[in-house]
C-alpha cells in the first residue's frame, strides 16, 4: 500500500515537474507579437479593402516571412450593437463583415486582432465592451479573431476597478473557446506590470501613446527602460507601436509634434525595442515602403534579437550624459549589446565587456552594417548621434 502511495506521490511530482517545463511554444505570446496595426498612421479611416491590402502586402513584402504575423484593427471599426446586443462593424466600413475579413487574413497566414475598451466607450469614441464582455469574447471567437487590445478610456481611474475590469475580460476571453492574445492598454498609469500578468494578459502598454519624433522615442523608451524584471515569454512590456517609417505623415502619431524622425532614429527605435523584448508592431504604411523603412523593419538578426527564445528584457548597464548601453542575455550563452548614443553629436565610444560583467573574448557582429568583426573583450567605434550600434556577441564555444 505505502508503496503504492508513493509511486502515486511520485507520478504526482512528475507531472507537475512537467507541466511547469513546457516548452514556450504552448502558451500565448511565448515571444513578443509582431505584426502592423491601423492606428498611428489611419486613425479612424480604415475598411476592409484597406485591411485586404495591407494583408496582401504583408503576405508579399517580406513582413510574414520576417515573422510580422498579427494585422490589427485599431479602434473605429464598430458599429454598435444589433437587436440582441451583439457587437457589429461599421456597416459602410466592413459592408462583408469581420468574420469574412478574418478568413481573408487567415488565408494569408496572417492572423487578426481587434480593438475595444473597458468602459461603454472607446477612445474614439465608438461602442466598447464594458458589461458585455462575455458576450464580445464570444462574438470575437466566433469571428476568429486571435488578438484583442483592450483600452482604458472612459473607465474609472482607480487601480481596483481596473483590474477588475480587465479581468472580466480576460475571464470571458478564457471561456471564449478560442485562444486570444489580450493585450492591456492603459498606459502605465496604474503600473499594470504589477498585476496585469496575473489577470491574464500577455502584454500591457507602459506608456501613453508613442509619436513619430524623436523626442518622443526617448521619453518612452526612458519610461519602459527600468521595466525589464517584468518581461517574460507570455507577459510582456509595450511601449507601444514602431513608428518606423512613419516620416511625419499625418495622423495619430503625426500629431502633437509628430514630426518625422531620420532614418538613423527610426532605426534606433528598432534596435531599441527590440532590446526592450518589446511587440514590434509597425503601423506605416507598409503597401509602399521606402527601402531605407524596409531594411529597418525586415532585419533578421534584429528581430531574432527580439524573439529570442529567453525572453529576457534587455538591462540598461550605463547611463551617462551621452550614451546608454543594454545588455540582453540570448540562447545559449550569447548576449546583445546596445550602444545609444542619445547626444547631439558623434562620438567615439569604447566598450570594455568587463565592465559589464562578461568575462573573456566574444565573436563580435554588428547587426546594422552586418560586420563579423572578430573575437574581442571590448569593442570600439565611433556612434552618430541618436544612433544606436546593435551588435551580437558570441560565446566562444
Ligand atoms: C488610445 C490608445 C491608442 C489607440 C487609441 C484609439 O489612445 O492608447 O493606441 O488605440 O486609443 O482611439
Redesign the pocket.
Known sequence: MLKRISFLFFLLFLIINISAQQPSGSILAPAPPMGWMT?NYFGENINEKLVKEMADAMAQNGMLNAGYEYLMI???WQGGRDKKNNLIPDVEKFPSGIKALADYVHSKGLKLGI?SDAAPL???GYTASFGFEEQDAKTFAMWGIDYL?Y?Y?NAPKDVKTAIARYRAMADALQKCGRKIVFAV?E?GVREPWLWAAQQGAQLW?TT??VRDAWSSVMEIYGQNVTLYPYAGPGHWNDP?MLIVGLRGSKG?AGLYGGIGCTDIEYQTNMSLWSMMAAPLIATNDIRSMHERTKNILLNKDVIAINQDVLGKQAERKIKDSVFDVLLKPLRGGDFALAILNHSDHAHEITIDFNTLGLQGSYEIKDLWRKDEMGIAKKWKGNVLSHETKLLRLQKIK
Open positions: 492606428w485599431d479602434d473605429g480593438y472607446t477612445c474614439a487590445k483600452d478610456c492598454c498606459w502598454r501613453y501613446d507601444d495619430p
